[in-house]
DNA sequence: GTCTATACTGAGATAGAC
DNA sequence: GTCTATCTCAGTATAGAC
């Protein structure tokens, strides 16, 4: 009797986990990990923090599956396993940075907890540092198949690709936050692409 | 009996200050703002929290002390009232980020109260937006100076020079204190010059 | 100007009834 | 599974002695 309905008492354990977590993504982006509490959380789900708890054992717990969930489905998004052209590798980041401008919410965990880990003791800093180096390299990949089909603009090599553009879509990420009306992250990165590649985007 | 030397009875309270805004840069860039505490500010400089709150009523206080603080250091070495030859401009800003990149200490400041400035209820959002604001019109500045001057890539609006340099630089320098070995902020900042102006840096 | 003592708040987490 | 009650801890801030 698991999982018959959204709603309901026997909406089953795995939906109210994913009612939690859901929850969670949103608060940890509005207002980070330490500053987000599980009161505020529980409270967005409509129960107390100590029914939460039964559910993941502490805060760190919970915060982990945030971010396993993020992953799962970022990786369901970009399909990083089926091969890309090298000609559509920045039209398909591209794709991702609007369907990221589509959820702000995505934008805001990710950007937020990215910058919070790099401060003392954080317990998502191994997470981003992992995840960023794996970042660069699959975007080392994609520039270096552009790069020997010679779609690389003049004296731009891979590795400063790679680097670049992912420090430019962090940053407009950030700024955008900050005041959205002051910059559109999708028309910054396709310009970044417009400089560093040979092809339209 | 002002500042008669920097330790001892009769140091004042002018130094005192000074040692505590120091110290407070330094807990709020390696914690952030609301997880960095008074207690750690004040154990830094020898005092006891209650002590600290006697130079500054509060936490919010210390906070913009701290800024303002950093502000009119960055005036103090950017000298933007001087003209600078728009020839000069790229090379002006790496110089900045050279700085920076002396003063590890000074870009944790920056870049975890930025980030953290996006969450809600956050004391000094509106503090990072209007000096992003500023910011921007000042790269803005330079950079129309250099397109009248041609001095700008092909292509390249002063305006998209601006976002994405502000971008590149924020980005780059978040990578930075993620993982220190895995990026070079003024090798980045300096390809991305190359890329849009057309003036060696 | 600095300390000790304390008030107050809100956090995460646990125990146990239902 | 959910609640209430409670514990423990750390934080900011205040009061008052020295």
Redesign the pocket.
């Known amino acids: 009797m698991t999982t018959t309905g959204k709603r309901g008492p026997y909406r089953?354990?795995a939906a109210?986990r994913r009612e939690i977590v859901d929850a969670a993504a949103e608060v940890f982006g509005e207002s980070g990990y330490r500053a987000?509490?599980?009161?505020?959380i529980?409270g967005r789900v409509?129960?107390?923090?100590?029914?939460l708890?039964?559910?993941f054992?502490?805060?760190?717990v919970l915060l982990e599956a945030v971010l396993a969930d993020k992953v799962s489905r970022d990786a369901q998004a970009l399909h990083w396993d089926e091969e890309i052209e090298p000609a559509e590798f920045p039209a398909a980041l591209i794709r991702l940075a609007e369907r990221n401008a589509a959820n702000p919410g995505v934008i805001g965990l990710y950007t937020v907890l990215l910058a919070e880990s790099t401060t003392v003791d954080h317990p998502s800093a191994d997470f981003f540092r992992d995840r960023h180096a794996t970042t660069r390299r699959d975007f080392l990949r994609g520039f270096d198949a552009m790069a020997e089909a010679g779609l690389l603009a003049e004296d731009v090599t891979p590795q400063e690709a790679a680097l670049s553009t992912l420090a430019i879509w962090d940053g407009a990420q950030t700024q955008w936050l900050l005041d959205p009306g002051a910059i559109e992250v999708v028309a910054v990165l396709r310009g970044h692409f417009r400089r560093i590649t040979r092809v339209e985007v």
């Open positions: 089953g354990t109210r987000g509490s599980l009161k505020d529980a409509g129960i107390d923090a100590s029914s708890l039964h559910h054992g502490s805060k760190h």
